[in-house]
């Protein structure tokens, strides 16, 4: 099994859909995290969470919902997105509690590559 | 504010050494990562300074200086598969990683 495994990796959705990414770890860490990457642009930090309860919310509009339901899991909630959300969503992980010491080194899964019509 | 700085693209020649500077500006400072990323793939953990100087790992090694807010990867002997994208992300007081848009390594034969 691979440290960080994201399904699906390719999705493409309208813009009334209603769908779901999923990141699981094989890690035992304490920590996971949802970024964005755009094309060009430097990765940015979505949601954080620790011990499953969320820690950062960098002002993420609400169409997008996350869920942590244990320290293995983490989803995505996508409702009502815009074309503008088209981008790969990569999942992370890491050892020590989000916002603390020893949470630099992130194990980031391949990655959800959403489009939206 | 935050800032970092890293070049777009860059162009080397396979077996050459290649330098990919970073400059950077945070709240507070806690370390550097970089980060390799082959297209289409998942970010990979390269290396990590905390105090001023240079660590080296094999071909790759990473320069910090902290009074001037300045790291740098150096990649010696090239090899195709070097061809990525390379992230610099200092941390900052809340321990929060500032990433850089990315420098695309290009090797040519």
């Known amino acids: 099994e691979t440290g960080v495994t994201q399904t699906p990796r390719h999705l493409v959705m309208g813009m009334t859909n209603k769908k779901s990414l999923k990141c699981e770890q094989h890690l035992g860490h304490n920590a996971m995290y949802w970024y964005k990457q755009s094309a060009k642009k430097p990765l940015e930090l979505m949601f954080v969470?620790?011990?499953?309860?969320?820690?950062e919310n960098n002002s993420v509009p609400s169409r997008f919902s996350p869920e942590c339901p244990n320290s293995s899991h983490l989803f995505l909630h996508l409702h009502t997105l815009q074309p503008e959300d088209s981008a790969l969503y990569l999942c992370a992980s890491s050892q020590g509690l989000a916002g603390g010491p020893g949470t630099g080194e992130l194990f980031f899964g391949e990655g959800s590559r959403l489009t939206v019509l | 504010g935050q800032n970092i700085d890293q070049p777009t693209e860059m162009t080397a020649t396979e077996g050459a050494i290649v330098q990919i500077n970073c400059t950077y500006q945070t709240s507070g400072f806690n370390g550097l990562f970089w980060y390799q990323q082959h297209a289409g793939e998942a970010p990979t953990f390269l290396s990590y300074?905390?105090l001023d100087g240079l660590e080296e790992k094999g071909r790759f090694s990473s320069f910090l200086s902290r009074s001037k807010g300045y790291s740098y990867l150096l990649l010696k002997e090239l090899q195709m598969k070097d061809s990525a994208s390379y992230l610099c992300?200092?941390?900052?007081?809340?321990?929060?990683?500032?990433w850089g848009a990315g420098t695309k390594l290009i090797i040519k034969p």
């Open positions: 969470y620790s011990l499953e309860e969320r820690v």
């Open positions: 300074n905390v």
């Open positions: 992300a200092p941390m900052d007081s809340n321990y929060q990683l500032i």
